[in-house]
C-alpha cells in the first residue's frame, strides 16, 4: 500500500516549515519540503509580522510539495498564537500583523484589567496573565487609526487558509489564547466581548480540529485544506508520544509549553495566583500549561555573536561544573529582541535566589550554561507546580520540539525534577498536525491515546534517568 501524504505548513515565531506527512500502515513520518525564515519587521512604528512573506513561503514549500506528490490529500496550519490581522469589508488586511513581542499592548494593560479585573477574566478564560494576549492587544488597537475600517479579527493561521480557501473561521484551540473565549463552553464569552466593547461580529465562528475548512487550487488540483490544532502548541501535544496518562510536557521552541492535559479546565484561585493557563487542547482536552522562558533567549545570544555553531556552544557549556548563576527565564526584560547577553548578565543571580556570589556569566559558554540551567530549574518548577494544583502524578517528562535536541537540557530537567525525560520528536508540532488531518481523512486511528502510541512506535526516543 502506498504511503498517503498530507501536508504540514508549521511556523513558528522564528521560522517556517511545510512538510510532507507519509502514513503507511502503523507509522507515520516527515519528509522537509521547505524552510523560511520568519524575520520580525519594523513598520508603522510597531514590531510586526510580513503576512505576505509567510504566505509565499508557505506556496512556495506547498507547490514544491505537489509537484513531488501529486496525491498529496490535505494541507494543515499551524502557528504561535495571540497574533492577528484585521481585514477590511472587502477582506484585504489593513495592515502587517503587530507582533506580541512588540510591547505596545503592555500600555493598556491596567484599563483593560479597571474594566475587567484580573479574577473576572480569568473565571471566564481560564488564563495565565501575560500583557500581549489578544485580548490586550484589540483594547490597543481600538485606540488606533484602523479600528474603525476593521470587519474581521483574524488569528494567523486562520489568515493564511483564508488565503488558501476564500473562509473565514477560528479554530478553537488558537482562539482559546485570546482570552475572549469561555473555557468551560468553548465558545466565544459574549460576557468579556460586551464588557471590553469588542464587537462580536469582528470574530468569526468556531471550527473544531479536523474540519475541512475549504479546497485550495492555488497548487493546480484543488486539495482540501484541513483544521487542525492551529494554535502550534495544541499540534506539539498531540505529537508527544505518551504512553501513559501520567505524564507532562515541555513543548520547547521560541517558547516552551509546560504543563499537563487534562479533561477539564483548573479555574482555582491558586491556579490564578500561580499563573497558570487552561487552554482548549485537541478533541476538548484542556492544555494547563504555562508559558516559560525558550531558545529565544539562546537565538538572540546566537544572533549578537554572529551566529556561532550552536552545537559547539553547548558542547563548552557541558562542560562547566553546575551551580553557577541562573536568571528567571519569565522575567518580561527579557522578552523583547536586542542586546540579549547584556541583559542575561545583568538579570543573573546565584542558584537559591539570593544576592550573586557566583561570577557574572560573560563568556558565551558561560551564558549558555545559565540559560540551559535556568531552564531546566523552570520546567521542573512548573511541573510541580502543576501537580501540586491538580492532584496529579508526573512519572515522566515528554520533551519535544527543538530543544529536545540539546542533551545538556533534557539531562539537567531530568535532574531538577527527578523523574525520567524521554526526548524527542524534534518536530512533535508537525506531526501532530499530520495525525490529526490523516484522522479526519481515514488514514489514522480515532482515539489521541491510539495516535500517541503509534507516534511512539515511530519514532526515535532517548531516555534521560535523573540522577
Known amino acids: ?9 508549521d511556523i513558528g515565531a522564528s521560522g517556517g516549515r511545510v512538510m510532507a506527512g507519509l502514513v503507511e500502515g502503523g507509522s507515520v513520518s516527515l519528509r522537509p519540503v521547505h524552510r523560511f525564515a520568519n524575520p520580525l519587521v519594523e513598520a508603522a512604528g510597531s514590531l510586526r509580522w510580513d503576512l505576505d512573506h509567510l504566505h509565499r513561503e508557505m506556496l512556495r ?3 514544491r510539495l505537489a509537484r513531488a506528490c501529486p496525491e498529496l490529500e490535505s494541507i494543515g496550519i499551524d502557528t504561535w498564537a495571540v497574533d492577528f490581522g484585521l481585514l477590511d469589508a472587502a477582506g484585504e488586511l489593513l495592515a502587517p500583523p503587530v507582533a506580541y513581542r512588540d510591547g505596545g499592548a503592555a500600555q493598556v494593560v491596567d484599563d483593560v484589567h479597571a474594566t475587567v479585573p484580573p479574577e473576572e477574566l480569568f473565571a471566564v478564560n481560564g488564563l495565565q496573565f501575560l500583557p500581549f494576549t489578544t485580548l490586550y492587544q484589540l483594547a490597543a488597537q481600538r485606540r488606533g487609526p484602523l479600528w474603525d475600517r476593521a470587519a474581521h479579527v483574524v488569528l494567523i493561521p486562520d489568515l493564511l487558509a483564508y488565503r488558501l480557501t476564500g473562509r473565514l473561521r477560528a479554530e478553537l484551540t488558537n482562539a482559546s489564547t485570546t482570552g475572549l473565549l469561555d473555557v468551560r463552553t468553548c465558545q466565544w464569552s459574549e460576557e468579556l466581548l460586551r464588557r ?7 470574530l468569526p465562528d468556531l471550527e473544531e480540529p479536523g474540519t475541512v475548512r475549504g479546497v485550495t487550487h492555488a497548487l493546480g488540483p484543488p486539495v482540501p485544506v484541513t483544521t487542525v490544532g492551529s494554535h502550534d502548541t495544541a499540534s506539539a501535544v498531540v505529537g508527544v508520544p505518551a504512553t501513559t496518562d501520567s505524564f507532562g510536557y515541555v513543548s520547547c521552541g521560541t517558547w516552551s509549553l509546560v504543563g499537563l492535559e487534562l479533561p477539564a479546565p483548573v479555574l482555582t484561585p491558586d491556579a490564578r495566583a500561580a499563573n497558570f493557563t487552561n487552554e482548549i487542547g485537541v478533541d476538548g482536552r484542556v492544555r494547563f500549561l504555562r508559558n516559560v522562558g525558550g531558545l529565544w533567549l539562546l537565538q538572540e545570544c546566537l544572533r549578537e555573536w554572529n551566529n556561532p555553531d550552536l552545537e559547539d556552544l553547548l558542547a563548552a557549556a557541558a562542560e562547566l561544573p553546575s551551580g553557577g548563576p541562573v536568571i528567571d527565564v519569565d522575567d518580561p526584560a527579557l ?18 535566589g539570593r544576592v550573586r556570589r557566583t561570577p557574572v556569566p560573560r563568556t558565551p559558554a558561560a551564558l549558555a550554561r545559565c540559560v540551559v540551567d535556568s531552564l ?3 520546567y521542573a518548577r512548573t511541573l510541580r507546580r502543576a501537580a501540586d494544583l491538580t492532584g496529579r502524578q508526573v512519572e515522566v517528562i515528554h520533551l519535544v520540539g527543538g530543544g529536545s535536541r540539546g542533551e ?3 539531562r539537567l530537567t531530568a535532574n531538577a525534577a527527578g523523574v525520567p525525560v524521554v526526548a524527542g520528536p524534534v518536530e512533535a508540532t508537525a506531526l501532530g498536525n499530520v495525525l490529526v488531518q490523516a484522522r479526519a ?7 489521541l491515546e491510539d495516535l500517541r502510541e503509534q507516534l511512539a ?11
Open 335 to 352: 522578552i523583547a529582541p536586542g542586546n540579549m547577553p547584556a541583559r542575561i548578565a545583568a538579570a543573573a543571580r546565584d542558584g537559591d
Open 408 to 410: 545538556l537540557l533534557c
Open 441 to 447: 481523512h481515514g488514514a489514522a486511528p480515532t482515539a
Open 196 to 202: 471590553l466593547d469588542i464587537p462580536r461580529r469582528l
Open 376 to 378: 531546566a530549574l523552570a
Open 1 to 9: 500500500m502506498a504511503a498517503r501524504v498530507f501536508a504540514a505548513v
Open 61 to 63: 514549500g506547498l507547490r
Open 457 to 467: 512506535r515511530a519514532s526515535t526516543l532517548r531516555r534521560y534517568e535523573p540522577s
